[in-house]
Each structure stands twice: as C-alpha cells, then as structure tokens.
C-alpha cells in the first residue's frame, strides 16, 4: 500500500502520474489509462525495484476471480499498460517481467516534496542501497537537466518541442465541427511513413464518436472542383482551403522526424477560418517499432484536448499495433491500398491489401478490405474465404472495425441479413456518423429484404453524412427507381454528372434509368460512358443483353452477353463472368430454347460454383424441365447455406418449386413458396451483378395457379410483376409476365383484359427475332381469342 506521506503526483523515467486520478501524462500530454492498468502502475510505483507478484496483484485488483480468470485480465492489463508507456516485453524499459515471479519497475520515482522541505527525493535510489538487485542510476544527477536541454535543443533546431505550447487553452469542439486530415510531413527519409502515418491517425480518430473526420472521397471530389487531380498532396494550405470549401472547422497538420534511432511525432490542429492554433501535441518514440504506438497516444492525447469524454475515450481507444498490425510496412501497404482504392477502384486495390496480409498474416483489417473488394467485383467466393478470416481475428481491430467486420461477415458469409441488420443498427447508434453503416443497409439488406422505403431513408441518411461521395447518390438513385419515382433518379444522377463524380455503378444506374424510360439515346451515352469507367464496360454489356432480350431481341442479347463474358475474364474475374453466363442462361431458359440454356448453365458453373451461379443455372435447367437438377442444386444450397437470406427465402424454396411443377404437382410448388411471401418484391443476391432473379417466386406462383385452373389468382401474382416495373428493370420475367397475364386472364373467362395483356406482350415484341418458340406460341393464342 502506497505510505501516506507520500503526495500525490509521482514522477517516472519522463511520466507523470497522479495516484488520485489515475491521469497519466508524458510531455505536458495525457495518455488514456483504463482504470486496471492505472492500477498494476500504482502497485508498481508504490514498490520500485520490488517484484510485485500476480498474487499481489490478484488480491488488490481481482480477489474473487478464477486463475483462468485472473490470468487473461492482468496479461491483457499488462498489455495495455505497455502500450500507453511505449514499452515492450521483448526489450522492456519500463515493466520488466519475471517469468513466474511478477513484475518490476525498472526506472527511479520521484515524489516531489510537499512545499518547506528537501527537494523531491528518488525513491528507486534508496531502495538500491538496501537492495542490491535494484541499480542506482548509472547518470550522474547533474548531467539529467543538461542532457535533456541538450535535447530539446537539437529538436527545436528540427522545429519541434516535447512540450505542448501550454499558451493554447484546451479546445472544445462541437460535434458538428469536421475535420480535414492533411499529409503528414516526413523529414526522415524513411518511406516507410509515407501515407502510413495519416492513415493510421485516421483510424484512430475514427474511433471517436464525438470526432467527425471528412472522408477520402469527399476531399478528392473536393480537389476536383478546385480544378487540381484527385490525387494532389494534402499540404497545409491544399488541406486548409478544403478545410473551408466543406466547411468544416479544424485541419490537422502532423509531422515525423527522426534524432538518431528515436523519432518525434507532432501534430498540431488549426482553426482553418480564423487560422488560430488550437492544439499541438509532441510525442517521442525511442525506435522505430514504438511510431505506431506513440501516434495512438498522440490521437488520444487529441481527442481529450477536443473536448471528448473521458470515459469514451476509455471505451473506445484501442492502439494501432493491437487493432491493425504492429508492421509498419504491412501499414503501409494497407494504406496504399486506400489510396489506390479511392483513385482507381476496387480490383486495383487487392494487390495491396494482399501484400498486407503477405505481411502480417493477423491483419485483420486487411483482410475485411479483401473480402470487402473481392464482393465489389462479384468474386463472392473470395469474399467469403477473406471475410471470414478477418472475422476470426476480429480481436485484432477496434470497436468501428469489428462493426464493420461483423456486418460484412453477416453479409457476405453466412448471408443472414436479419443479423446483419442488427449490427448495423447498433453502429449507427454507437457511431450516428458513420456513413458505412447506412450504406450497408440501403445498398443491400433493406433491398433484400423488400424494404425500399427503408433503403432510400438509409440513402439519404448517408448523403447527409457525405454528399460528396458518388456512392450515396447512386444510393439514393437505386431507392427512388425501384419506388418508381423516375424523375427523383434523373435530377440525382444529373447532380452527380455536374460534380463530375464517376463510378461503374452510376453508369449502369444512367443505363437502367433510359431502359425504362424507353430512352434509347440515354442508353446510348451510358455505353460509351462505360468505356470511359473502369470496371463498367461488362457490366453495362450485360445490361444491353438483358434490354435487347427483354424486346424479344435474343441475338443481340447473346453477342452482348458473351462480350461481357469475354470482359470480365479479360479482367481474371471468372465468378462475374459465370454470373453473366447464368444470366444467358435464365433468358434462354423463359425463352423456351432449352438445349441453349443447359448449354449456357453448364459453362456458367465450369467457371465457379458461387451460390449465384449455381441458384441462375438450376433455374434455367429447372425451367428447361430438368426437376432432378433443380432439386439436387436446392439441396446442396439448403446444406450449405443455412442461414443465408437468399438462399433460405429466395433460391431454395424456387428451385423446390419449379421441380415440384416439372412433376405436375402445382400444390407442392405453392406450399415451397410459402417461406417467400414475407421477401416476395425483395432484390436477392443474384440481383446486384447478375441483374435476374427478381420476383422469381411470385412468377411461379402465378405458374403453379395456372396448373390449378385458378386464373383470377395467377392473373393477381403477374400483375404484380408488371406493378413493379423499377425492381424488374429489364429482368426478362418482366416482359413474360404480360404474357403469362393475358393467359391468366383468358382462363378467368375475361377476354377484354386478355386481349389487352396479349397486346401488350407483342407490341413489346413486334421487332423480335423471327421462329422464337414464346413468340410463335403467343401469336397463336392471340389468335384464338378472335
């Protein structure tokens, strides 16, 4: 127990420790301490010199707890408490470990004399006369004020200061304030902090949901405007002016510099309106390995001095080298990595993100980006294996990360979007201003799930947080064309067009929007825009291929599919291209030319055997009268995928369906089709890069009801198809349904409104390719009713 006599400010090889408040402090700086390694260093300052013994500390901090207990809480104390000081096991200077003894302070303590007496005395030094195994210091007392002026000397000469400039009162900023992150300056001739640094002060401020930083894509959309390359160095005054363009209040400025084998970080916030200095911090690293660690308490230090809660910062302050990787050069490629991501897309960037778990195989975060990227170009294999990895490491990454990562492994591996949006809706509660959150439940669970009002509500939640990111508007595009508000899609795809944003996905948006607005010069500009974006000239051909096919005009619709077969596999992306090919295969399969779609669904899955492929080639061969393909592929995705969204409501009970309808057995398909009705208007999977699969079940509701002789209720289930046209899009179930409804309308006995659909159906197809099985098959019909 520490001695009364003693104050209570204790002093420690350049720390500064207040026993009464457990504040921490190197430099002038404060260094977040959780309470339990505050109290494991006040044992161990209490004792200098001493070994204070795990029993020790288990009798003060844990009493009641199991060994097992007790052995995961003080390593993971010890841990923490090594952080916040710079310190290492392998070459400790601080906490020296005894292994199956305890733990040693290894540096003197000072406790500075209540005022009217002697000067501070070093409580280590006389401990040493009685304990040999404690060593006096080795530095005469004299030389220590010298040597440290001496220092700080040669650091001024390198324009920085240990100290923080104590002139500047601690800033409160609102939570309205943003923040602009400009380059951090390296003056070591290492390029190993290059970008690493900024990247990893992001990450760390990140974490504060107090804290507001402006993201990459709304500070390059930014330069753009201020007619520079989206890649222009963020110096001082580049950030400063984007600082006020986005009106935002605060830019960060930071810098490394090396004194031999030690470095010093500083970094200083600057009101970018008025120009007032309103924060500095400098932190020294005694070696290389220390940098990351010494920015995590640099950012803390920060977001104290910003005016956030402590005990937030307690919460959620985990250090770079525990969250991400203790590498910094598996930091630099992952920061690299984000570079590139932002300027050139996402199959770019997973060359860098590789290299980064090449590395550091524990990176957890590196291997979210992968699966994140491998997803963003229809490699859902790839995304899986990735994601599930950085799941299992999760325990290396900060709260903010394993949000992300818990909602992307719900997305992307188990695929049970009710639990992802779960966990999405506890990160917008713990972060309200992150945008990713609301990104992932308007881009893909809400759709899913059938909840359009709810994706565009998420949309625009987003483009409040970022509106200058090209993702929310096409976002918000996505929610106003499957609400059927076309004009809405228009002026926020012509407002992204002004800002001169680019990405694949508004590309396709431009497409999709002209295809339903029979706009056929619209569609024209889209496709030569797709040549100009990279990444979007497959996906804007496969698009041609459905709109060509959707009219009846199946020869086109093939060279343009196999054209965007041939891109994607150009570009060594096999699962996209075997989407495409099960996407041929669906279209041929409606169309009635059944050897044409086996062929189509037995290349598709030669290239992959993705859940998608498999669900569009099952169905194409079950449509072509295949049952037993049906049932086996069901079977298999049943096995698999259990939890899936997608699977469970969607794939299985449909391919259950179409083999139960090849048997003639229609109450079985409707009894399949049960599990759907809640999802029924909902976007799966196989939607997002395929674009077929939409409404699949109501279709073969609508089927099962016609092999009942129940018209009026098939005729309800088409006509619900044809309702939904901004979800449809150019699906070739669209244009099937207006035929299948005039069937179900000549069956119900109504020959008005089955003259009417018939009409319709071949007015859509008055061009269509001649001798097309559909076709010929409806002209009859048509015929009969007279």
Request: with cysteine; aromatic share 8%; net charge negative.
């Amino acid at each position: 127990m520490q001695n009364e006599q003693f104050p209570n400010i204790v002093r420690f090889g350049g720390f500064e420790l207040d026993t009464r408040t457990g504040e921490l402090t190197s430099g002038g700086s404060r260094i977040p301490l959780q309470d339990q390694p505050f109290q494991i260093l006040k044992l161990l300052t209490d004792r200098p010199g001493e070994i204070v013994t795990r029993e020790d500390i288990q009798s003060q901090l844990w009493p009641g707890d199991t060994v097992v207990e007790f052995e995961n809480a003080v390593n993971a104390a010890i841990k923490k408490l090594r952080i916040a000081l710079g310190d290492s096991a392998e070459e400790p200077r601080y906490v020296e470990t005894l292994r199956r003894r305890g733990y040693r302070l290894m540096v003197p303590v000072e406790r500075p004399s209540p005022p009217g007496t002697e000067s501070a005395t070093s409580v280590t030094e006389s401990a040493a006369a009685s304990n040999p195994a404690v060593p006096a210091s080795s530095t005469p007392r004299w030389k220590v004020p010298v040597l440290a002026a001496l220092t700080l000397l040669v650091l001024a000469g390198l324009g920085y200061a240990y100290v923080r400039h104590a002139t500047h009162p601690a800033p409160k900023l609102s939570d309205r304030d943003k923040i602009v992150l400009a380059d951090f300056e390296n003056k070591t001739n290492d390029p190993v902090f290059s970008e690493t640094l900024r990247q990893g002060l992001t990450v760390q401020l990140d974490q504060s949901p107090f804290l507001s930083l402006i993201s990459e894509e709304r500070i390059q959309q930014t330069l753009t405007l201020m007619g520079k390359p989206a890649d222009t160095a963020l110096t001082p005054s580049i950030a400063s002016e984007v600082c006020q363009r986005t009106g935002s209040t605060v830019v960060l400025e930071g810098s490394i510099a090396s004194l031999g084998s030690q470095y010093v970080l500083w970094l200083r916030a600057k009101n970018c309106r008025t120009g007032e200095v309103i924060d500095e911090e400098q932190m020294p690293a005694a070696r290389k390995e220390d940098v990351l660690n010494t920015l995590s308490r640099v950012a803390s230090s920060f977001r104290s001095r910003a005016g956030e809660a402590l005990a937030t910062i307690d919460k959620l302050d985990t250090p770079l080298a525990e969250a991400t990787t203790p590498s910094l050069d598996a930091w630099k490629a992952y920061s690299t990595g984000f570079k590139v991501l932002s300027s050139s897309g996402s199959a770019a960037a997973v060359p860098l993100y590789k290299r980064a778990v090449e590395i550091d195989p524990q990176f957890a975060m590196a291997y979210a980006m992968l699966g994140r990227l491998y997803g963003d170009i229809a490699e859902s294999s790839l995304s899986a294996e990735n994601t599930t990895k950085a799941w299992q490491l999760r325990s290396h990454a900060n709260d903010r990360e394993r949000f992300f990562i818990d909602a992307s492994y719900d997305m992307q591996v188990t695929g049970d979007l009710e639990k992802a949006r779960l966990v999405c809706e506890a990160w917008e509660q713990t972060y309200p201003r992150d945008p990713n959150a609301h990104g992932f439940l308007s881009g893909a669970i809400y759709p899913a799930l059938g909840k359009y009002e709810e994706a565009l509500e998420e949309a625009h939640k987003m483009w409040d947080l970022e509106p200058d990111f090209p993702v929310s508007y096409n976002l918000v595009a996505l929610g106003y064309v499957a609400l059927g508000r076309l004009d809405e899609a228009g002026h926020t795809l012509d407002e992204a067009a002004e800002k001169h944003m680019q990405m694949p996905d508004l590309v396709v948006d431009r497409y999709q929007l002209a295809f339903l607005k029979g706009d056929l010069p619209g569609m024209e500009k889209a496709v030569a825009a797709a040549t100009k974006t990279p990444d979007a000239q497959d996906l804007v051909a496969n698009q041609e291929s459905f709109g060509a096919a959707y009219s009846g005009h199946l020869e086109r619709a093939r060279s343009r599919s196999s054209f965007a077969v041939q891109l994607a596999q150009q570009g060594n992306q096999q699962e996209r291209a075997a989407l495409f090919q099960s996407g041929a295969a669906v279209r041929e399969a409606f169309f009635g030319n059944a050897a044409e779609a086996r062929r189509n669904a037995r290349s598709a899955l030669v290239l992959s055997k993705g859940k998608e492929v498999e669900y569009g080639g099952a169905f194409a061969q079950g449509l072509a009268g295949d049952a037993t393909a049906a049932d086996t592929i069901a079977d298999d995705l049943a096995k698999r995928f259990p939890d899936d969204t997608s699977a469970r409501f969607y794939y299985v009970p449909t391919l259950r369906a179409l083999a139960a309808l090849n048997r003639h057995n229609p109450a079985k398909a409707l009894e399949s089709l049960q599990i759907n009705i809640p999802y029924e208007s909902g976007e799966p999977q196989s939607c997002f890069f395929g674009f077929f699969g939409v409404m699949y079940p109501v279709y073969l509701r609508g089927e099962a009801y016609l092999a009942l002789h129940q018209g009026p209720q098939a005729a309800a289930e088409f006509q619900k198809i044809i309702a939904h046209r901004g979800i449809v899009v150019s699906d070739p179930v669209g244009a099937l349904a207006l035929l299948q409804l005039g069937r179900a309308y000549r069956m119900a006995g109504n020959q008005a409104k089955a003259k009417a659909a018939y009409s319709n159906f071949l007015n859509l197809w008055k061009d269509a390719d001649a001798n097309m099985p559909v076709l010929v098959q409806a002209r009859s019909e048509y015929a009969q009713l007279g």
